[in-house]
Structures are given as structure tokens and as C-alpha cells.
């Protein structure tokens, strides 16, 4: 049995700024565009946007007045982190 636990911050941290781990990141990122443009009007841009908070990060856009509906009716967003193996959780 485990007696104690003391979490290694500095080896988190050095996970979490990993090129391996911002190459992941970047790529379901990539991942989830290429799912939502099938589901979008043509010619509507869908952005993939990296940028590091205290690790590396991205964000999927729908560049289009219309996207939050589609997103609230259709889940557009959501479905396609779904497709990729992400699991969708609100904030809390």
C-alpha cells in the first residue's frame, strides 16, 4: 500500500512545456478543424490558433456570426473533439 505521495511539480512542469506535448496538443487541435469543416457552410473559415498560457495551448475557431448557433443546435465544436477521442466537460 502507498503510504505517502509527494507530486513531482517541476517533472509536471517540464511535461506540460514539452515539445511532445505541444506537438499533441497542436495536432488535435488540427484534428478537430478538419472535423468541423465538413459540417460548416464552404468557404467558412475555421481557424487553429496555438498559443502558452503556463503550457501549451490552442484554439479551435469558427470564424462566422452564425457559429454559436450552429454549435448550440448542432454541437459542432463538441461532436468533433468527440470524433478525435476528446471528452467535452463544462467548466467548472
Avoid at 490552442?58 to 468527440?82: K, P
Wanted: net charge neutral; hydrophobic share 45%; charged share 25%.
Amino acid at each position: 500500500m502507498l503510504e505517502s505521495f509527494r507530486l513531482d511539480t517541476r517533472g509536471v512542469r517540464e511535461v506540460l512545456n514539452s515539445a511532445e506535448l505541444r506537438s499533441a496538443v497542436d495536432g488535435l487541435a488540427g484534428a478537430i478543424a478538419a472535423h468541423v469543416r465538413p459540417n460548416v457552410p464552404t468557404g467558412t473559415v475555421v481557424s487553429v490558433r496555438a498559443y502558452t498560457t503556463d503550457r501549451g495551448a490552442a484554439s479551435v475557431t469558427v470564424e462566422d456570426v452564425r457559429a454559436m448557433a450552429w454549435q448550440a443546435r448542432d454541437g459542432i465544436l463538441t461532436r468533433a473533439a468527440g470524433e478525435v477521442g476528446l471528452e467535452v466537460r463544462a467548466w467548472q
